[in-house]
């Protein structure tokens, strides 16, 4: 039986357009008009996931989500907001509201078709085919496919690893081994040749690549070489120094367009593209020199903008780093609204721990586990 999908919006063009393209995808699709009726029909129909406009007659797309996640049968069903409204308020709003995507209008149709594929996909996980009462050799659980973080202990409380194509925000105090954990996960990936971008504000590129080469079954320029790894300079930039020139490099005085640009330019060479969608991962270290140097909402804008790229380039796992201290509270649960997971570091009396805080479409362990960083 196909899934069934619930478009909202009050422009038919875009009813039509979405429509065609998911039938074409072998879905039933149910047109609404508006809020009341996107409602209505949702509860009435219980689709597998629901598309929503947010400016629409009678009742929102805010309103929609909100009612939709009050009932207990739809928790898991999965919202996806599409909007010509693309600030980060409404984004914020929409995914305090329940949202699990947020796409802006004018949108890709293969972008729009790979989330929802993806995220009836997650949906699936978060389900049994038979309640408690039904015999246990009679349910079924589909897997989420896993991404291996490189850290044994981090595995162990994620059942196997990241979700894969995740956005996941590492968090912690200074000197609590984020930057060990970010450069492990990136040299496991290489290590089982998947393609791997390291998105540098801290660190130069040079000692990036010192540290990488300690841990690395072979020597990082090999990877190079092999178009398998790509440095993105933004460090020359943050800190002032004059290095060698890298092929993807920020010019003269950063701006964050620069900045999308030149990681465009370098996922394009990767392979980690909307043409190619080779996937693999990334980590940007740190996220905390944009949201000191920058406007905090044009950076948090900057970083919704990236973490909406990993289903479309082939679904890409990215960490962002951030430095306990660096933000208010605030802007850190704005932060952690757009991440698909939160992973949290600490010392104590000179040993290292982790746990998970927080992540989406799997289950994980929210306990602290100590870890040897080396």
Not at 69 to 89: Q, T
Not at 297 to 304: D, K
């Amino acid at each position: 039986m196909a899934q069934k999908i619930l478009i909202a919006d009050d422009e038919p063009n875009i009813l039509m357009l979405t429509s065609i393209m998911l039938e074409d995808a072998g879905y039933e699709t149910i047109l609404t008009k508006n809020g009341a009726q996107a409602i209505e029909r949702a509860l009435k129909d219980c689709p597998d996931l629901i598309i929503t406009d947010i400016v629409m007659p009678e009742k929102d797309g805010f309103e929609v989500c909100k009612t939709i996640r009050a009932n207990k049968g739809f928790n898991n069903v999965p919202i996806i907001i599409l909007s010509a409204i693309g600030d980060e308020f409404n984004k914020i709003t929409g995914f305090e509201g329940g949202a699990d995507d947020y796409i802006t209008k004018p949108f890709n149709l293969e972008e729009l078709r790979t989330r929802v594929q993806t995220l009836l996909l997650r949906s699936k996980d978060q389900k049994t085919v038979a309640d408690n009462n039904v015999n246990e050799s009679i349910k079924t659980k589909v897997d989420i496919e896993k991404t291996d973080t490189g850290i044994p202990e981090l595995n162990q409380l994620l059942n196997g690893g990241f979700p894969k194509g995740s956005n996941i925000l590492l968090q912690g105090p200074i000197g609590t081994g984020k930057s060990t954990i970010g450069r492990r996960f990136m040299s496991n990936g290489l290590n089982n040749k998947e393609r791997c971008m390291f998105i540098t504000l801290d660190d130069s590129p040079q000692m990036i690549r010192k540290s990488m080469n300690n841990i690395l079954t072979k020597r990082i320029d090999e990877f190079e070489e092999l178009n398998l790894f790509s440095v993105v300079d933004g460090y020359s930039w943050s800190s002032g120094a004059t290095l060698k020139k890298e092929k993807y490099s920020i010019d003269g005085i950063l701006d964050l367009n620069q900045l999308s640009m030149v990681i465009s330019d370098a996922g394009m060479s990767l392979g980690q593209s909307i043409q190619s969608k080779l996937g693999g991962r990334r980590i940007i270290d740190s996220i905390s020199s944009l949201l000191i140097n920058f406007d905090l909402s044009l950076a948090q804008r900057f970083l919704s903008q990236l973490c909406r790229t990993s289903l479309a380039f082939g679904m890409v796992n990215t960490i962002f780093v951030l430095e306990d201290g660096t933000v208010s509270e605030h802007v850190l649960n704005n932060i952690k609204y757009v991440m698909d997971g939160v992973v949290e570091t600490k010392q104590v009396d000179g040993e290292f721990y982790l746990r998970v805080s927080s992540m989406k479409w799997i289950d994980y362990n929210r306990d602290w586990i100590k870890v040897k960083i080396q």
